[in-house]
């Protein structure tokens, strides 16, 4: 499909949608649209030159609209998409035209539960320094480009791929990257197999000529790969210089990003890779400094919003900070996600000396009764506590000492927390 001149997207502030706004404008097309807040982002977009209303209302959409492109979060009721309908204009969701564009292009796509962001930004930075030209969308804005669209050679692609409702499907990938698998997306998945399911049928999709970049060993990824005509190659194998970014799970990252770009250019040596991956400097919400309270407390940001996640991220701090007490301001993203993870959420959390929870981010969700903020901060101990704001997780965190190293966490806006109270 060509993509037409005049193009309206709604939701446009979402990190992937704002990233293929940038591409469309790149590509010359007429793009605007709108979100229901203001925020980083759609600042960003207006600061490129690309028209953003903010309010969903009918009104919006200009009368020469040629295409509708909606955020993947955006229901079939959205008041702009019923209007676009009247108007007769054809529409597509976000992954529906990352799909159409990407279609006959040289395609890798980083999927997996978690670390898909770095992984991705990673492999721009590697083929980027290689000479590759890569265009890239990834769902962060990445340090070494500050964006999350890179425009290069539009044949070659690099995007972050999500395996919630059967997205990725809607990918032609030369080469998939998997991170790793594991249980997310409980709205959609009831359980592992069904996760596992998607990402089998992705995998089996990939052609005879082209790779899968994983760990083939990892006992949740072991029957994805059963079927496959495509080469494996296995990331666990690559050696990696010392990082910027903390943690075992960015090697882990960095070793799956590598892996990806020597097996889509064989040329680039294992040297060239390693220089680019000791220079990345990282994305917007992964173990982001933001500076220090009043009071002389470390204050980072993070996108942690998965139990495993939040493990690694503390555990990965107190790798970092050995003296630091690690206190942690969590806001759970989904009421489908906390209920089914509660456990898991509670002993992660425990980890930390001490830690607040924020009411939960419902996103596409309706309210549960059955589960709150209060319920896993019961689940999770002492040094767990319930806040019902932002406000009063704010004054809690101001009254840390400079002994303290403070991490606002999840997937929701917590993360403007982190800037109230770091100076």
């Not at 499909?1 to 979402?14: H, K, L, Q, S, T």
């Not at 990673?122 to 962060?140: C, F, N, Q, R, Y």
């Not at 990918?171 to 990402?199: C, G, K, R």
């Not at 932002?390 to 997937?411: K, N, S, V």
Request: proline share 5%; charged share 25%; net charge negative.
């Amino acid at each position: 499909m060509r993509m037409p001149e005049a193009i309206y997207m709604v939701g446009i502030g979402g990190i992937g949608m704002s990233a293929l706004a940038q591409f469309l404008k790149h590509e010359k097309k007429r793009i605007s649209g709108t979100d229901r807040e203001e925020s980083p982002v759609t600042t960003m977009l207006s600061q490129r030159g690309i028209p953003v209303v903010i309010g969903h209302d009918q009104c919006n959409i200009p009368a020469d609209t040629e295409l509708l492109i909606y955020s993947d979060a955006v229901p079939e009721n959205n008041v702009e998409r019923v209007r676009a309908k009247e108007m007769g204009i054809p529409e597509l969701s976000y992954f529906e035209t990352l799909g159409e564009i990407t279609k006959n292009t040289r395609t890798i796509a980083v999927a997996g539960t978690h670390g898909k962001t770095t992984t991705a930004g990673m492999l721009a930075k590697i083929l980027l320094d290689a000479k590759k030209e890569p265009t890239a969308i990834v769902g962060s804005v990445v340090r070494d480009f500050d964006s999350n669209f890179l425009a290069g050679d539009s044949d070659l692609f690099v995007i972050e791929a999500c395996e919630y409702r059967d997205h990725v499907l809607k990918l032609s990938p030369e080469i998939l990257v998997i991170t790793n698998i594991e249980l997310d997306h409980t709205d959609y998945f009831p359980d592992l197999e069904s996760l596992q399911a998607t990402f089998r049928t992705a995998a089996e999709r990939v052609p005879a000529h082209g790779f899968i970049v994983t760990h083939p060993d990892d006992p949740d990824i072991v029957p994805v790969l059963k079927n496959v005509s495509a080469r494996v190659v296995d990331y666990t194998e690559e050696s990696v210089p010392r990082l910027h970014l903390i943690g075992e799970f960015n090697r882990m990252n960095a070793r799956a990003a590598k892996a990806a770009a020597r097996a889509a250019f064989p040329d680039i040596s294992a040297e060239r890779a390693n220089e680019a991956l000791a220079s990345f400097r990282g994305s917007w919400r992964r173990f982001e400094y933001h500076g220090e309270t009043p009071n002389g407390a470390l204050v980072y940001d993070d996108y942690a919003h998965h139990p495993t996640a939040i493990r690694a991220t503390i555990g990965a701090a107190r790798e970092k900070f050995p003296d630091k007490k690690i206190v942690v301001a969590f806001h759970p993203h989904l009421y489908s996600r906390t209920r089914s993870l509660l456990q898991g959420f509670a002993a992660a959390l425990a980890l930390a000396d001490r830690a607040f929870v924020a009411p939960i981010y419902a996103a596409r969700e309706a309210p549960d009764p059955a589960v709150s903020n209060h319920i896993l901060a019961s689940a999770a101990g002492p040094s767990v506590v319930a806040l019902d704001s932002f406000d009063d997780i704010r004054d809690r965190l101001l009254q840390e000492g400079d002994d303290a190293l403070i991490i606002t966490m999840g997937a929701g806006d917590i993360y403007k927390v982190a800037e109230q109270i770091a100076d």
